[in-house]
């Protein structure tokens, strides 16, 4: 049973590779923000405040390794505080894959991405943009199945030409599941922590607790 088992595993991996491909980097996708929580603290004026909202995502591969990606988030707090995201980046992306095949006899479909990118936001009338880096793994268990950890850094320098700089850290865990070789159905969870620094005080501004349901197509399937 123990051999049965194994035998099925090596081969649901050694099938994996074909998913792993230059057009998972051509695809569209559209988000349900289902919840968050929008946690501020550090001032006099902290609050917490549910939100939800939607959010749209694209990429193009330009080239084998190099693709541009941009995304917008919308959200709508339950009492007044409402915020918008705008990301647009340039990126690559490797298979590492190939890699680990030289260690065992089965391409593990693993790969890895770097993303730079203009960032702009808008939360309660308040504005700024500035640069951002992330990167992530993307990983196929199965043939099916993608899982896609990432983090970022983004730093929106001044507010409205104020004193006011914002920056911090984006984490994701994201999911998707193959329902046809073009579209997938996701699942995300998604955490935004930022600090806001004042006149020589700093508070947090989180967008934390973040569920996110979609679907993504791909324009062209991978082979």
Request: hydrophobic share 40%; no cysteine; net charge negative.
């Amino acid at each position: 049973m123990i051999n049965g088992i194994r035998a099925t595993a090596l081969l649901l991996l050694a099938g994996v590779g074909a998913t792993a491909s230059a057009s998972d980097y051509t695809y569209l996708q559209a988000d349900w923000i289902a919840a968050g929580d929008i946690d501020r603290s550090g001032l006099n004026s902290g609050f917490t405040e549910e939100y939800d909202g939607f959010a749209a995502e694209g990429a193009i591969s330009l080239l084998p390794g190099l693709f541009v990606q941009a995304r917008y988030d919308d959200i709508e707090g339950e009492r007044s505080s409402d915020a918008r995201f705008i990301q647009l980046g340039a990126g690559v992306n490797h298979d590492l894959g190939q890699y680990l095949s030289l260690v065992v006899d089965y391409d593990l479909a693993l790969g890895a991405y770097a993303l730079a990118s203009y960032e702009d936001i808008d939360t309660d009338g308040a504005s700024g943009d500035g640069l951002g880096v992330s990167g992530g793994l993307r990983w196929h268990p199965v043939p099916t199945l993608e899982i896609n950890p990432s983090v970022g850094y983004v730093d929106y320098d001044e507010l409205d030409d104020s004193t006011a700089t914002l920056s911090g850290f984006r984490y994701a865990l994201r999911g998707l599941f193959h329902i046809t070789p073009q579209i997938a159905l996701t699942a995300a969870y998604q955490v935004t922590a930022l600090d806001l620094e004042l006149a020589a005080r700093e508070t947090d501004l989180d967008f934390e607790k973040e569920f996110r349901l979609g679907v993504r197509y791909y324009f062209t399937a991978a082979e």
